[in-house]
């Protein structure tokens, strides 16, 4: 199995940046795709980002052209730049790995993410 842990999250004002990371452990699939998921309180978990081993990066409408995704395969960890930050981009922001070879999904437990006005 692999293990995920979030980390990076912190309150910041709008107009601030964070950079969080995703670090993972144990048996990392090789052929996977990582996504950044976030759920605020009375919302439903939306994607934020997916990027797949090989393939075109996925941004969802409201954070395409602020985030970033990046992988760091030494280190086994996938980034998150978020920039321009504003205040709907407060929730618990989660990492998810996608195993393809056995159709299965593994998450961290997330680390939050508040923006102020």
């Known amino acids: 199995q692999v293990q995920l842990v979030e980390s990076g999250g912190g309150l910041v004002q709008a107009g601030g940046s964070l950079r969080l990371a995703c670090v993972a452990s144990g048996s990392i699939p090789s052929i996977n795709t990582m996504a950044w998921y976030r759920q605020a309180p009375g919302k439903q978990r939306e994607l934020v980002v997916s990027?797949?081993?090989?393939?075109?990066?996925y941004y969802a409408n409201s954070v395409k052209g602020r985030f970033t995704i990046s992988r760091d395969n030494a280190n086994n960890t996938v980034h998150l730049q978020m920039n321009s930050l504003k205040p709907e981009d407060t929730a618990r922001y989660y990492c998810k790995i996608h195993d393809w070879a056995t159709m299965y999904d593994s998450w961290g437990p997330g680390t939050q993410v508040t923006v102020s006005s």
């Open positions: 990027m797949p081993s090989s393939g075109a990066i």
